[in-house]
Every structure is written in C-alpha cells, then in structure tokens.
C-alpha cells in the first residue's frame, strides 16, 4: 500500500492508501474520489483522469509517452506542465506521500 | 463438439463441468427480453456452453473484462462474429482494425485514435452543440414525433456524415449498411442471411465513398488518408479504415442515443434529475450505454487452450462476451438494473475494454452529451405517446420506434 494525496480544487485533500500496482485513476475510482472521471476506464482513450501532479514529484514520475502526450492535448481543464493522466502513473512504493491535485473538470 | 470440461479426469481432479444451455441468443424472442437469459447465464457458471450455435459464453463482468483484455489469447483477427475467419471466407475484406491483432492492429489503431483524439473533439464541440439544440428546439416546436428516427437518427445524421467528409448523396446507405455489418456478426439465421442478401447496394456506395477524391477535406475520412502520405498506413489500407468509421460510427451512436431518450422517457426521476443539472447529461448517457449496452456481443476466437474461470477452452473456439450482461452482473455493480444518472459508471464495458476499446467513443460521447444537455435546458416532459417498437439486429440493442411528446422546459 502506498499513501496518494488528491486536492480538489476547493483544496480538499484527500489521503488514500493506494494498491501496489493498480494506477493512481483506479486508486482514485475504488476509494470514491470525486472529480477523476476516467470515462474510457484507464483505456488512454478520453483524457478524463486529468491531474496536475505536485511539483516536487513530477521529475520521479515515468516521462509522458507519445501517447499520452496527444491525449493531454485534449483534456477540458488548461493543460500544464505537471499534467498527466492519472491512468498512467503506476502506483508503486517509490511514490509513497504523492500528491496530485484534481482540475475543475474533466469534460 | 463437446467442449473437455464435460470429459471425466482423475479422481478429484476433474475441473468443473461447464453448463450446456439451450438458449439461442440471436433468437427474437431472446432480443424482446434478454435479462432473464443473461441471468441465468450469469448465475450457471463462468463460462457456459450454448448448443445452439456451438460456442462458448461469458456473461459476468469478471470473465467478459478478462477475455476483452487478453487479446493474443482471445484473437479478432478470426473474426468477432460467429464466423472463424480461419475456416470459412468472410463477407468482406476484414477491417484493419477490428478483426486485426497485434502488431498489425497497432499501427491502424494509432491512426484512428489520433483522428479521433480528445484534441479533435474540443474543435467538434461547438458545432455538435449548437446542432443538437436546433434539432431540439425544432422537436418541441412539433410536439409529438417518433423519437427514433426524427431524433436518434436524425441528430447524428446531421453532425457526422459531415464530420466524416462524406458526399451529400448517397448518405441513405448508411444506416442499411451498419444495419448489415451487425448483422453479420451473428450466426447464419434469417436476420444475416436477408442482411447479406441485400447488401450490394450498399457495399457499392461505401467503397466508393472510402475513395480518397470523395472524402471533403478536414474531415475523419481525409485525414486518415493523410496518413498514408507519412507513412503511417499504406494508401490501399486508408479506404479500409475509413470503412471502419462508416461502419461502426454512426448506427451505433443512433441506437445509443435511443437508448438515452428510452431510459429517460421511461424514469422520470431521472429525467428530473437531468433537468435540475443539466451538466449530468454526458453522464446520463454514458449509463444509458451501460443500462441498455446498444452493442450486445462480441465474439473472439482462442489461440491456445486456455484456462478461464476455472475451465479449460481448447484452442480454436469461439467465444462470446454478453457485454449487456456483464455491464448488469450484480457482482460488479450496485442495483445493476437500475438507470442512476449519477453513478460512477467507468469500467463499464458497453464501449469493450482493452485495445480494441471502441476508437470512436468519443464522438459518441460527445454526441449523446449534445442531445441531453439540449433535451435538459429545453424540454419540460418527454412523454410515450405510443408502444415503442424494438428493432432486431444480431448484435444491436434498440428501438424501431418510440413516440413521444415533448413539452416545452
């Protein structure tokens, strides 16, 4: 289990022990974190699991592949920096105290 | 044909039988009320036997979603119908990406998923909207129409013929055509055989239109083509896919967004809901793809024995996914045959699941967002004047007709 910090955008945090292995979208959609629709369900279809993830972890991330690259491309909310697709970040301990914070809207 | 599940092993070690069930289900009497049969096939075991057609099927969430997600194991490329590509001469030259597998399916996927990305449909969004209201806004003038073809057909017959870059004429073949390609995924009963049979005008019309000199510029079909040019797709595999988009894009999203009309026509709480905020309907109708799963089934084809659910499938049998059935098992979802337009409804699998998810889920999302936010702001009540009437298709779920009224909002 490793620990994930999602901020809403009203800056409720939200602290989760997250799976080993799952991602941090479906971390999100099993302990009812609003606000990460992942319409396409981790497919890297829809751009909805949009987050900005916290500064001082996006350099030990996996980088951002071609695909998810284009995908970022289309999210609803403005698309920075630190944004990612929640789908794709791996959970895993290494990542333990993660923060990510969720934009106003995914669609 | 009996599958070795039936065969007595070693004392003790025998693995569990797998049901052998009479039900037919491209049967019309299967289409008119489904949800018994999925039950029961849902409750008899993992994976069940139907004599019928002499395959496999899957009904719960679990195994449908396992099978979705193992596509070397559980291929397309032998067809996702009933015919096994591998044994007899399919219907047509067989879609680059459908009835592909890796590494093959790769390079066409990634073409179609960049003309339909996320990046498209924010340029799309606009003027689907704004069509959606009009036809709306026409609809309330009328009062009292068939929502089939006036609305669910209607609406995505002016948005995406035009987003494809199609001719103006000839646009009549395109919901025979997606008609007959569901169609003939089904075994060789009367709806594939009539389907087949009278299918040569409108296979002409779609070979034609997949040309690249008749597709306009801008739209999905011409930039498909643009692939070719880099390279990404050759210029003889460009008309294939643009097929794959005449195929699948349009039919598909009429009879999911009946479905979205039917279930709130149907459950006025939920309409209720709708009309209060109407930033639900993207939603709305994303639970109406998974309460009435317009696409019903898919097959795939083993490539090895494999074990699933604790039974052994030898190589080379079909299997079928009751997609509609897994996304109503009610060891995946709570009140599984309730329409809740506020549920968290991802990981449904009414789109499939895994590579060959539907490449153009977009489109319909963004489509059926359209018609219900529309619905919401303008319509007071949406009222069954009349019975509706199913239509029957081999893989389709949907109406024929649905009369409604529409009082103004």
């Given at each position: 289990m490793t620990t994930i910090t999602f901020i809403h955008p009203d800056n409720r945090s939200e602290t989760v022990e997250a799976e080993d292995g799952a991602t941090v979208m479906l971390a999100a959609l099993t302990h009812g974190?609003?606000?990460?629709?992942?319409e396409c369900g981790g497919n890297a279809v829809c751009a909805t699991c949009h987050v900005y993830v916290d500064d001082a972890w996006t350099s030990k991330l996996e980088p951002v592949s071609d695909d998810e690259d284009a995908l970022l491309d289309g999210t609803a909310a403005e698309r920075r920096p630190n944004s990612r697709l929640s789908c794709q970040i791996k959970v895993q301990p290494a990542l333990a105290g993660l923060v990510v914070r969720i934009p106003d809207r995914q669609s | 044909m009996n599958p070795p599940g039936l065969s007595a092993g070693a004392a003790g070690t025998s693995p569990p039988a797998i049901p052998h069930l009479g039900i037919d289900p491209f049967a019309i009497s299967f289409f008119d009320d489904p949800y018994p049969a999925h039950q029961q096939m849902r409750e008899a075991a993992p994976v069940v036997y139907l004599d019928r057609w002499n395959v496999y099927g899957v009904a719960r969430y679990a195994e449908v979603y396992a099978v979705l997600n193992d596509p070397l194991t559980f291929c397309s490329s032998r067809g996702v119908?009933?015919?096994?590509f591998a044994k007899e001469t399919p219907w047509r030259p067989p879609s680059l990406i459908l009835e592909a597998d890796p590494p093959a399916h790769t390079r066409t996927r990634a073409v179609l998923s960049k003309v339909l990305s996320p990046a498209v449909m924010k340029r799309l969004r606009d003027g689907f909207m704004a069509a959606a209201e009009a036809k709306v806004d026409e609809l309330v003038a009328r009062g009292s129409f068939d929502a089939i073809p006036d609305l669910a057909e209607a609406y995505p017959l002016s948005v995406f013929p035009d987003a494809l870059g199609l001719?103006?004429?000839?646009?009549?073949?395109l919901i025979p055509y997606a008609s007959l390609v569901f169609n003939a995924f089904g075994p060789p009963n009367e709806l594939r055989q009539q389907a087949i049979e009278r299918s040569a005008p409108h296979q002409a019309y779609v070979t034609a239109q997949c040309q690249r000199d008749n597709l306009t510029p801008g739209g999905f079909g011409a930039c498909i083509h643009a692939f070719s040019d880099s390279g990404e797709i050759t210029p003889a595999e460009a008309p294939l896919l643009v097929r794959s988009l005449l195929s699948a894009g349009l039919d598909t999203t009429v009879y999911g967004i009946g479905a979205a009309v039917y279930c709130l026509a149907r459950f006025p709480d939920q309409w209720a809901r709708l009309r209060a905020d109407p930033a639900l309907a993207r939603n709305a109708f994303e639970e109406a793809v998974r309460f009435?799963?317009?696409?019903q089934t898919f097959f795939r084809t083993t490539t090895r024995d494999v074990e699933l659910g604790g039974v052994v499938i030898p190589e080379g049998e079909k299997v079928l996914m009751f997609l509609g059935a897994a996304n109503r098992d009610p060891r995946r979802w709570e009140r599984p045959d309730s329409y809740d337009i506020t549920r968290k409804v991802s990981g449904h699998v009414g789109f499939g699941s895994g590579i060959h998810m539907c490449v153009g889920q977009l489109v319909a999302r963004l489509e059926g967002e359209a018609v219900l936010t529309a619905l919401a702001r303008k319509v007071g009540a949406i009222t069954m004047s009349d019975e509706p009437k199913r239509r029957y298709n081999n893989t389709l779920r949907g109406l024929e007709s649905l009369p409604v009224t529409f009082t103004p909002a």
């Open positions: 974190v609003d606000g990460i629709v992942a | 119908g009933l015919s096994d001719q103006p004429e000839g646009r009549e073949h009435e799963s317009p696409v």
